[in-house]
């Protein structure tokens, strides 16, 4: 029982470290400079 429950919080970590992982790798790639929105409230200029 001991040993499920280890592999069990094993299991859960290595899913956190994963999912940071790729949370982090997109944030880095996203496009930086300024993003321009048209929409029914007008034109909204923003800088990233």
Do not use: C, H, T
Not at 4 to 32: C, D, M
Not at 38 to 48: P, R
């Amino acid at each position: 029982m001991q040993q499920n429950r280890l592999y069990l919080i094993i299991g859960a970590l290595v899913v956190v470290v994963i999912g940071l992982g790729i949370y982090v790798l997109r944030e880095e790639q996203k496009p930086e400079g300024v993003e321009i929105k048209l929409n029914e409230n007008g034109i909204s200029v923003q800088q990233k």
